[in-house]
């Protein structure tokens, strides 16, 4: 193993061994393999995370520039707020899209965690950058083109940013509050929002372009659906694995999320091998389902996991903690 990559490894475990209240004795050779492919694991998600923001950034950029700010087309959330006032006062987008979104990355390190912000604040100034920078042949004219390929873009840009573990458009951050605030679900808070937004549209601009818009959000909001591979509200999980007992602390003490065993039986065939197995069931929401991959994959990377969609979901712990530490 590379020496540098060896000491970092150790300072990480002793450093860990420290805050559990255990001494900072030699670390075993067993420990420092397991060591480094947990530091191997973080470097690659980290560098998967790095590649799908900067591919949403350019997305959405490319949906922005070539399609619908060349013709004064609006879309939802926060990026169709900073459309709108852009028409309507002249200021550039790119330095809205980051006033805009200041509360939102805010918000979103005390709902979500520090590390999201951060990703989020990165990816925004990226998205603003970039606009700034760079330019972006318009493509075309014609209005339903605009409206369903301008949409196409920015979804696919926000849908990429997400797989990667941030937003480029922080009204869903402000949704995940208020639903919590108001016991209602997320996707009637963003219904909520959008609405005032393409009512304003509408009012200032023209009740054409107010439908048009809706044709683009419409449209992002499909593309981003199947680039997240469905953003259902809640998820989930069933993890079953010989590890499971590490896995359920896991889940409590680094996810703070419940958890669920179910006793049963793995088997290989009517002459196989039976054996007890304990079967963890946990839910959580979308935007932690990233971190959840990675931590599994540093306990047993060949956990066999059920991820199941949930529409809604009533009691326990979801509701009442952060989605991330």
Same mark, same amino acid.
């Given at each position: 193993?590379?020496?540098?990559?060896?000491?970092?490894?150790?300072?990480?475990?002793?450093?860990?061994?420290?805050?559990?209240?255990a001494?900072?004795? !030699?670390?075993?050779?067993?420990?420092?393999? /397991?060591?480094?492919? %947990?530091?191997?694991?973080?470097?690659v998600?980290?560098?998967?995370?790095?590649?799908?923001?900067?591919?949403?950034?350019?997305?959405?950029?490319?949906?922005?520039?070539?399609? *619908?700010?060349?013709?004064?087309f609006?879309?939802?959330?926060?990026?169709?707020?900073?459309?709108?006032? &852009?028409?309507?006062?002249?200021?550039?987008?790119?330095?809205?899209?980051?006033?805009?979104?200041? !509360?939102?990355v805010?918000?979103?390190?005390?709902?979500?965690?520090?590390?999201?912000?951060? +990703?989020?604040?990165?990816?925004?100034?990226?998205?603003? *950058?970039?606009?700034?920078?760079?330019?972006?042949?318009?493509?075309?004219?014609? =209005?339903?083109?605009?409206?369903?390929?301008?949409?196409?873009?920015?979804?696919?840009?926000?849908?990429?940013?997400?797989?990667?573990?941030?937003?480029?458009?922080?009204?869903?951050?402000?949704?995940?509050?208020l639903? @919590?605030? *108001?016991?209602?679900?997320?996707?009637?808070?963003?219904?909520?929002?959008?609405?005032?937004?393409?009512?304003?549209?509408?009012?200032?601009?023209?009740?054409?372009?107010?439908?048009?818009?809706?044709? &683009?959000?419409?449209?992002?909001? +499909?593309?981003?659906?199947?680039?997240?591979?469905?953003?259902? %509200?809640?998820?989930s999980?069933?993890?079953?694995?010989?590890?499971?007992?590490?896995?359920? $602390? $896991?889940?409590? %003490?680094?996810?703070?999320?419940?958890? &669920?065993?179910?006793?049963?039986? =793995?088997?290989?065939? +009517?002459?196989? %091998?039976? +054996?007890?197995?304990?079967?963890?069931?946990?839910?959580?929401?979308?935007?932690e $389902?990233?971190?959840?991959? &990675?931590?599994?994959? /540093?306990?047993?990377?060949?956990?066999?996991?059920?991820?199941?969609?949930?529409?809604?979901?009533?009691?326990?712990?979801? @509701? =009442? =903690? !952060?989605l991330?530490?």
């Amino acid at each position: 193993m590379n020496p540098f990559l060896t000491n970092v490894v150790i300072r990480t475990t002793q450093q860990g061994n420290l805050r559990k209240g255990a001494s900072s004795a !030699p670390v075993s050779a067993f420990r420092l393999a /397991k060591g480094y492919r %947990e530091l191997k694991i973080i470097a690659v998600r980290l560098l998967k995370d790095a590649v799908l923001i900067l591919a949403g950034i350019f997305a959405a950029s490319f949906g922005l520039e070539g399609f *619908l700010m060349p013709n004064d087309f609006i879309d939802g959330g926060a990026t169709g707020i900073s459309l709108l006032v &852009t028409e309507l006062t002249g200021m550039e987008l790119w330095q809205l899209i980051v006033l805009i979104n200041i !509360p939102f990355v805010l918000l979103g390190s005390k709902v979500i965690s520090k590390t999201f912000a951060l +990703k989020t604040a990165v990816s925004i100034s990226g998205l603003a *950058l970039l606009m700034a920078m760079a330019s972006f042949p318009q493509i075309t004219n014609d =209005r339903l083109l605009v409206a369903v390929f301008g949409g196409f873009f920015l979804g696919a840009g926000i849908g990429l940013s997400m797989r990667g573990g941030a937003v480029i458009d922080g009204t869903e951050v402000l949704a995940i509050y208020l639903s @919590r605030l *108001l016991g209602t679900t997320i996707g009637d808070i963003i219904i909520m929002i959008n609405v005032v937004i393409f009512s304003c549209a509408a009012y200032f601009l023209s009740v054409e372009t107010a439908l048009y818009s809706m044709v &683009t959000y419409l449209s992002a909001s +499909k593309t981003l659906d199947f680039v997240v591979e469905g953003l259902e %509200e809640y998820t989930s999980v069933s993890i079953i694995s010989s590890h499971s007992d590490e896995i359920r $602390m $896991m889940i409590i %003490e680094k996810m703070g999320r419940g958890v &669920t065993l179910y006793a049963g039986k =793995r088997g290989l065939g +009517k002459r196989g %091998e039976i +054996k007890d197995v304990d079967i963890v069931f946990t839910v959580i929401t979308r935007l932690e $389902m990233n971190r959840l991959k &990675t931590e599994l994959k /540093k306990i047993d990377p060949n956990a066999f996991v059920v991820i199941s969609s949930v529409k809604d979901i009533k009691g326990g712990m979801v @509701r =009442r =903690r !952060p989605l991330d530490h």
